[in-house]
């Protein structure tokens, strides 16, 4: 089963709540979805449904809570993880009996999975969303690897958003232990848009999860100050949009749709290294430079792999 053989469906769709990365990249794919006149209900969080409903208005929502992501800024993400892994257990388990009292409620013929690992029926076809087969942990982390492709193991398809050659992701979305895979390709919402002329010297793109975006806004604050080259921030919704700077101008992200406009318009990208990002870029066709969040091996490696457009 792939996307462009998808019609006529009640669909149920999930994303992760790490960063907005994951609603990013699922907004292609349900334009296409109801282009091929499937019925699309959209679980999430409030923050989630702010941005889902710039673009799809119209759909149904179900609020759905997150996972307790917890994480103290300073680069370890393993020992974070470990240290919420009763809660996010806890979550998990709590989400299987949601997603079936949502499967009965809407008679749902597909679920769909952007990473979220409870996110699951036996009512009907699920199906996980990744780029990742393959966590970039290091040796002594191997256990998190195999607990991964074991939570993944259940569902009945795989969609992995990238080519058969693994050309964005590398080695993270080469299969070498799952059945029902299925290789979609990139999906970025800019491709829903005519290009624009590049009129922005240059544009900073803060996301990721907290406090990790705020470290990074400050830093590149900083930077930005020095030059006299207009700068526009694209910040989460609860920032501030003040500037005192003449050359620096801030922009909230509350609805995408303004912002993408501002994205289209950059001669230069500075942005975290996130997997939606990397798609976005190739559609945008745009320099750029990646920097990665301090201790998140993914971003590490996907910024080791596609380096900086000068």
Not at 154 to 166: A, Q
Request: charge should be positive; charged fraction near 20%.
């Amino acid at each position: 089963m792939r996307p462009e053989n998808v019609f006529n469906k009640t669909i149920l769709l999930s994303p992760l709540n790490w960063g907005m990365g994951h609603v990013a990249r699922c907004i292609s794919l349900i334009h296409q979805l109801i282009q091929q006149e499937n019925r699309l209900i959209i679980a999430c969080s409030e923050s989630q449904k702010q941005i889902f409903k710039s673009y799809f208005p119209d759909l149904e929502y179900e609020n759905h809570v997150g996972y307790p992501f917890k994480f103290n800024g300073k680069g370890n993400f393993g020992k974070d993880l470990l240290f919420s892994f009763f809660n996010l257990n806890k979550r998990l388990k709590r989400e299987k009996k949601e997603v079936n009292e949502l499967v009965e409620k809407y008679d749902v013929d597909i679920i769909l999975s952007d990473h979220r690992y409870g996110f699951i029926s036996q009512k009907c076809s699920s199906i996980f969303i990744t780029h990742q087969l393959n966590l970039p942990v290091l040796w002594h982390s191997k256990l998190v690897d195999l607990l991964h492709k074991k939570l993944i193991n259940p569902f009945d398809f795989i969609w992995i958003l990238d080519t058969p050659y693994s050309k964005f992701a590398g080695k993270l979305s080469v299969n070498k232990a799952f059945k029902n895979v299925e290789y979609i390709g990139p999906y970025s919402r800019f491709s829903l848009y005519n290009q624009q002329g590049k009129t922005i010297p240059l544009v900073v793109i803060i996301s990721g999860p907290e406090p990790y975006s705020k470290q990074f806004f400050k830093q590149q604050f900083e930077i930005a100050n020095k030059k006299k080259d207009k700068t526009v921030f694209i910040v989460p919704a609860h920032y501030p949009t003040k500037s005192q700077f003449e050359q620096i101008e801030i922009s909230s992200s509350s609805d995408w749709k303004v912002t993408d406009l501002i994205i289209l318009q950059a001669q230069k990208i500075i942005s975290r290294s996130g997997y939606s990002t990397i798609m976005d870029l190739n559609v945008l066709n745009t320099q750029y430079e990646l920097i990665a969040t301090k201790g998140q091996q993914e971003q590490e490696y996907l910024n080791f792999i596609h380096k900086n457009r000068n």
